[in-house]
């Protein structure tokens, strides 16, 4: 019995250098040839030219060499002119009630309970007003922006924008979809990276994820408005401001996508060398997009998925701008210790202690580090007369306000300049770095999407001021 | 800090940098390759060269094993003398040979090393030129289990990409089969089964020449000055040096002979064409994952729309629409066929 079982192992072991290293490609084929012998015999198909007409005339136009790109960039500006505008006053709405009405309610509560002021400023002043803000200036350009991504997407259109921009992307040894990806990250980088799973080569999935951070997201684009229209609007006669700073703003946006491609090129040519690639690329038929569900899936698959992310991050992060602000050791504030340490090292790099400790504390979230940037300003200086309290993050009323308030904690437009560089290149926020995580469960892709940008960033900001010194 | 005091301190950062970890020439890489001549690696070599004499029927001695492992005959003598107390080889009028320990052990190295080049060139994008380079490392490391759990990962392969046999988990290889391109005549049709990986400078050139095992070729001359063959489709041209580096094995059945090469690539808009096969150049995911499409022969594929820069081509698939690039579609081979409707 033994031996009769160790021959036929044998015969096998023997057998199988006879069938050859393509026995697998020879079953694939045959189980191909059976079913489509099945289809042949029993399924019965429409007249065929009828069906694809419309979409055959349609693809004609959205891929033509003349009018395909013109009708991208058409949707594209859309797509942004109706999130900003639609945006604007669901977020005031929003601001007024959660940071407005909700926020003094708390504290009043807080105070009729006679709770500790530590307690009642770490909790209310620190954790809850970061979350409020992060909600209140996510929740509804990302609630606008994917649902009309979406739209498009399942109308069939998307695909055909990957099919046009294949050719930059191949270049940059990327792959078309992921202009998708990109764009989405315009909207969220975290949306862009989970979106980055339409892309199914591997290495061409991590180029994806880690360039994504290089376009600039929802949160960072108030930022570049503002401190464009104040440092570089402020440069030019007021009839040209607008136009000037939209420009910067816009430029920074383009640096962004170039420095995608630099760096899709880079990583494709040395650490993702090695990692595995093909390449197809499915453009469905045209169909009419199902919108009630598109809404549904769009607002519970990516708004609200990110948006908890966001505060389950904001909270802890809001306890920790609060207390750097209050905890005082021999009477100096772990903030100031932190500034006053780092602030050569960042004068170095044309920025300052504060921006620096802005960026670091204000991780969850892009939309907070101004605010917090304005509040650690009036702690730092002890300017009086604005501002809510330390550890409490504000808004001004106005442009020239906080143009006064920058100015006296020592801004030029170099540090403008800078800022908007550095918002740009820094780390993802912790939403996105966990969401990076998430999606290659890969401790080093994470780190090297993290590091890869803040190195960038330390590097052309130290550049440009330097270079802006030597004139 | 003056500006220029920063920029110039900065250069030099940078400059540092470049120095401790440029690609293969830097600090760091030189370090790390230094600490892998260990004795267990300098054993497993020994052995695999020794097996390599005993495959090829040609006499192993010290000098050889010098020359091989690139060391001093001091060091190769004094490991010869490691080798003998192990008891994996014996010698015999200064020739040497494996005892049968020995064998089973390089059975074990050779098999971690082709397979580990089988699982470069189907799972990974590394280029076909490092492949060796990085097994000869991995062959060290990876203990038999491992091997064996890798081995069925990659679906139990008997083949390397370079068309050598893979040891099975006991020590089996087949029969050697096959002859060298040198040995045919003029209009003999062949299979490369084999390209030998070393040296390096030649296999270089060979894959240059985009030449892989799978691939059907046509002698067209063969002299003493050089040997002219057509591949798939393209001319190319050999020195009998580097023609002995290939092995070949003749197709004698006139219908296995593919006659056309023309590839989808060539599809304009509109034509329509039939799949006849997949040639050997796409490995792993990449020929996986057209297969999974339905780029299997005897599919009836048509070229649909191009894109605005002209190079990227969507093709119609069992009804569906898939673009596909170049590097993909130069290496599908059809048949064109008219337009019936």
Known sequence: MVNKKEEIVE?????????????????MESIYKEAGDIVKKTVRKKDEKHAFGFDKKLDKIV???????????????????????????????????????????????????????????????????????????????????????????????LPRVAFNMDSLFRKAGAHGKQALTMSMGFGCNAAGVIATRVIDSPRERLIAIITNNFSLCNGRWPTQILIATIFIGGLVPANLAGIISAGAVVGVAVLGVVLSLITSWGLSKTVLK?????????LPPYRPPRVLQTLYTSLIDRTLIVLWRAIVFAFPAGLVIWSVANIHIDGISLADYFINWID???????????????????????????????????????????????????????????????????????????????????????????????????????????????????????????????? | MNPQTALLIFGMGMLLVMFLFYPEKGIYYRWKKAILSTERVLIEDALKHLYDCEYRKVNCTLQSIAGNLEISSDKAAKLVQRLESLRLITSENSNLFLTPDGRSYALRVIRVHRLWEKFLADE??????????????????????????????????????????????????????????????????????????????????????????GMQIRVIENSQTRIVFDA???????????????????????EEIQKEFNTLSNLKPGEK?????????????????????????????????????????????????????????????????EDND
């Not at chain 1, 003094?104 to 105070?111: A, M, N, R, V």
């Not at chain 1, 400023?121 to 929740?139: E, F, P, Q, R, T």
């Not at chain 2, 990409?161 to 391109?181: A, K, M, Q, Y």
């Open chain 1, 63 to 157: 891929t033509n060499k003349w009018t395909g790109f013109p009708i991208m960039f058409i949707l594209l500006a859309i797509v942004f002119w109706i999130t900003v505008q639609g945006s604007n006053y669901p977020s005031q709405l929003l601001s007024s009630l959660l940071v407005g009405d909700l926020y003094e309610t708390l504290k009043g509560f807080s105070h009729s309970l006679a709770i500790p002021q530590w307690i009642d400023g770490l909790l209310i002043d620190g954790g809850y007003l970061a979350m409020a803000w992060v909600i209140s200036v996510m929740l509804p350009p990302m609630a606008i922006f994917f649902p009309l991504f979406t739209l498009l997407e399942d109308f069939g259109y």
């Open chain 2, 124 to 213: 990974t994008s590394v280029p076909e030129i490092d492949w060796h380079t990085q097994a000869e490392l991995k062959e060290h490391k990876l203990t038999p289990a491992q091997a064996n759990a890798l081995a069925a990962k990659i679906g139990n392969p008997v083949i390397d990409p370079h068309g050598d046999p893979i040891p099975t988990s006991e020590g089996n290889l087949p029969e050697h089969v096959g002859v060298l391109l040198t040995t045919l005549k003029t209009n003999d049709v062949a299979i490369i089964t084999h390209i030998e990986d070393e040296p390096k400078t030649i296999y270089s050139q060979i894959i240059a020449l985009g030449l892989h095992p």
């Open chain 1, 344 to 471: 050569p090292f960042a004068i170095l790099i044309g920025l300052n202690g504060i921006i620096l400790l802005a960026y670091v504390i204000a991780i969850p979230a892009n939309e907070i580090v101004i605010p917090t940037i304005l509040m650690l300003t009036v702690v730092h200086f002890g300017l009086h007369g604005v501002g809510a309290g330390a550890g409490v993050m504000f808004q001004t009323d106005s442009l020239s306000a906080t143009k006064q308030l920058l100015e006296a904690g020592g801004w030029t437009v170099l540090t403008g300049v800078n800022l908007m560089l550095f918002s740009l290149l820094h780390n993802p926020c912790s939403t996105t770095i966990y969401t990076i995580y998430e999606e290659t469960k890969s401790i080093k892709w994470t780190a090297l999407s993290t590091f890869l940008p803040i190195v960038m960033g330390i590097v052309l900001c130290f550049l440009v001021a330097q270079i802006w010194q030597l004139f």
């Open chain 1, 11 to 27: 015969l096998a072991n023997n057998l199988r250098w006879e069938v050859g290293g393509n026995f697998h490609d020879s079953l």
């Open chain 2, 273 to 337: 064409a039939e799949v006849i096969r997949i040639s050997n150049a796409l490995r792993g995911q990449q020929r996986r994952r057209l297969m999974d499409l339905g780029v299997v022969p005897g599919t009836i594929i048509s070229a649909e729309m191009v894109n605005p820069s002209g190079d990227l081509i969507a093709y119609r698939i069992k009804d569906a629409v898939i673009a596909l690039r170049k590097n993909q579609t130069d290496h599908i081979f059809v048949k064109n066929i």
């Open chain 1, 274 to 282: 090695g990692e595995a690639s093909t390449f197809n690329l499915e």
């Open chain 2, 232 to 254: 798939e489709g393209d001319e190319k041209i050999l020195a009998p040096s580097f023609a002995a580096n290939i092995t070949v094995e003749l197709i004698r059945d006139e």
